[in-house]
C-alpha cells in the first residue's frame, strides 16, 4: 500500500498560482512537506533538504477533482481497473477521482466499498474515492445500507448507469443520507420515454434511421428529482446534464433554494449529435449529444454556475465493443486525459470563461459538492496540487492514453495547454515526459 506521506519536503517556486478559494492569482512558492501545504507566498525561504520544482512560466492550482468516473474494476478490467483508471486520471491532472459503483459486483455492501478503497490506495496514483450505490444491485427496489457503506468509505451514493425511477426511493435516499451529509447522485433519465433510444431524438436519428431518446426523458427525471429535493431538504447532485430545460429548471430551483449541485461533461459541452453522422460508435454516448441549442444553454449553465461541477462521465469500453453496429456498441466516452486540454483550449483561450473560474469547476466545486479534502491551497491542507502549462500545443493521440480503453470522440484535435505535474500528498505522481 502506497503512503502518501513518504514524500520530502517539496517547493513549488515562481509559478502563477491561482486558487479561488482565496482569491489568489498571483505569482507564489507553494512549500509542501509531510504531505501538507505547508506555507504559500511570495519569495520563501528554500528549507534545507527540499527538492525544488521550478514552475515559472507555469500556473499551480488546487489538485482537480473528478467526481464522475467509471473505473470498470470489479468486473470489468478489460476495459479499465483501478489502477489504470487512478494512472489515467493522474496524467489528467487529476490527484481524486470518485468511482462509480456499476461495477459487477456493483457496489453495493461495506465489503466492496472497502475494495475499491484499498485498491485505490495501492494504485499509488490519484486518490480514489468509492461511490455506493442506492440500490442493492442497483435493481431500485431496496435501499442500501447507507450508514454502512458511508463508514466503510463512500462519499457519496448512486445508482449511475442506472435512474432510480422508484420516486418512493429517491425520496428515502434523500432523507437518510442527510443523516450521513453526504450527495445523492443521480443519472436523470426517464426509462419509459427514453425506451431503446440510442441517440438524440431529432432530425439527424431520423435521418440515420437509429431511434433516438428525446430530450422529455432527461427534462422530467430532472424536474422529479429536483421536487423530490426539495420536499425532503436532501443534497441532489445532478450527473451530465444535456438539455436546454434541464438547465433552467435547476437554475429555477437553486434561484428557490433546494439543493442541488450539478454537471456538465466536456463533450455535451462541445459537440452535438451532428457527430453520430456515419454511425460513429465514439459518439455514442448516455445521455446523448443533444442539438446545438441544448448545448449552448449547457454551456451558458456551466458560465453561470448552475451547472457548478466540470465531470467527465469516463466510460472505458474495449476497442472490440465499440467496433459494433451502433445499435449494439454500449454507451460512453474516455475523458480523463482530455478535459484539461479541451477546457483551456474552448473556454480559457477562446475567452468564453477565466482560469479561475475553470479551476472553480474542476477542483472547489466538486470538493464541495462530495464533501472531500483539498479543493484549495490553504496552509495545513492536504499538498494535492496540479501543474498546468497555458501554452503547450498537443494533439489528442488515443494510443498514448495511461487509460486501458481508446474511445474518445476528440482523437486528432489540436489543443492548447495540458498538465503537466500532479502531486498528491505531496508526491509527484506523474509528470509530463516521465511516462
Not at 504559500?40 to 514552475?55: F, I, N, Q, R, Y
Not at 459486483?105 to 478503497?117: E, K, L, Q, W, Y
Not at 459541452?269 to 446523448?288: H, S, W
Not at 466545486?365 to 491551497?377: E, K, M, T, V, Y
Request: proline share 6%; charged share 25%.
Amino acid at each position: 500500500m502506497t503512503d502518501w506521506h513518504d514524500a520530502g519536503p517539496v517547493l513549488l517556486q515562481g509559478g502563477r498560482v491561482v486558487d479561488p478559494e482565496q482569491g489568489i492569482d498571483g505569482v507564489h512558492d507553494v512549500l509542501l512537506a509531510e504531505g501538507r501545504i505547508v506555507a504559500l507566498g511570495p519569495d520563501l525561504e528554500t528549507p534545507e533538504g527540499v527538492s525544488v520544482v521550478d514552475c515559472r512560466g507555469k500556473v499551480v492550482v488546487p489538485g482537480l477533482i473528478d467526481v464522475h468516473v467509471h473505473l470498470r474494476e470489479p468486473g470489468g478490467e478489460h476495459k479499465e481497473t483501478i489502477a489504470t483508471g487512478a494512472r489515467a486520471a493522474a496524467a489528467g491532472g487529476f490527484t481524486a477521482v470518485c468511482a462509480m459503483p456499476n461495477t459487477d459486483p456493483v457496489i453495493d455492501s461495506p465489503a466492496t466499498v472497502g475494495f475499491v478503497a484499498a485498491a485505490g490506495k495501492a494504485a499509488g496514483a490519484s486518490r480514489v474515492y468509492p461511490v455506493g450505490a442506492i440500490s442493492v444491485g442497483q435493481r431500485g427496489e431496496q435501499l442500501t445500507e447507507i450508514g454502512e457503506l458511508v463508514k466503510a468509505g463512500a462519499v457519496a451514493i448512486t445508482d449511475d448507469g442506472r435512474p432510480v425511477m422508484d420516486s418512493g426511493l429517491m425520496r428515502r435516499a434523500l432523507e437518510y443520507s442527510q443523516s450521513f451529509d453526504i450527495p445523492v447522485a443521480d443519472h436523470p433519465e426517464d426509462l419509459g420515454l427514453s425506451g431503446k433510444g440510442a441517440m438524440n431524438e431529432g432530425v439527424v436519428s431520423a435521418r440515420l434511421g437509429i431511434q433516438g431518446k428525446p430530450n422529455a426523458s432527461e427534462d422530467v427525471h430532472i424536474l422529479r428529482d429536483l421536487l423530490v429535493a426539495e420536499l425532503t431538504g436532501g443534497h441532489i447532485h445532478l450527473q451530465h446534464v444535456s438539455t436546454r430545460h434541464g438547465v433552467r429548471a435547476i437554475r429555477d430551483a437553486k434561484a428557490r433554494g433546494v439543493r442541488v449541485t450539478a454537471e456538465a461533461s466536456p463533450h455535451h459541452l462541445l459537440l452535438t449529435d451532428e457527430e453520430v453522422e456515419g454511425y460513429r460508435t465514439e459518439a455514442k454516448m448516455n445521455p446523448p449529444l443533444r442539438t446545438e441549442e441544448d448545448r449552448l444553454e449547457v454551456v451558458a449553465g456551466f458560465l453561470d454556475g448552475t451547472l457548478d461541477t466540470l465531470a467527465t462521465d469516463h466510460a472505458p469500453h474495449h476497442y472490440d465493443e465499440k467496433e459494433q453496429a451502433f445499435d449494439d456498441a454500449p454507451f460512453g466516452v474516455v475523458g480523463l486525459e482530455t478535459s484539461v486540454g479541451l477546457m483551456l483550449t474552448h473556454f480559457v483561450h477562446e475567452g468564453r470563461m477565466d482560469l479561475a473560474t475553470l479551476v472553480d469547476r474542476m477542483s472547489r466545486a466538486p470538493a464541495r459538492a462530495f464533501r472531500l479534502p483539498g479543493g484549495d491551497l490553504k496552509v495545513g491542507g492536504p499538498a494535492d496540487v496540479t501543474v498546468l502549462d497555458l501554452e503547450a500545443e498537443w494533439e489528442v493521440d488515443p494510443s498514448a492514453f495511461l487509460s486501458r480503453s481508446r474511445n474518445t470522440p476528440f482523437a486528432g484535435w489540436s489543443l492548447r495547454g495540458r498538465p503537466i505535474r500532479t502531486i498528491v500528498g505531496g508526491r509527484t505522481v506523474w509528470a509530463l515526459g516521465d511516462h
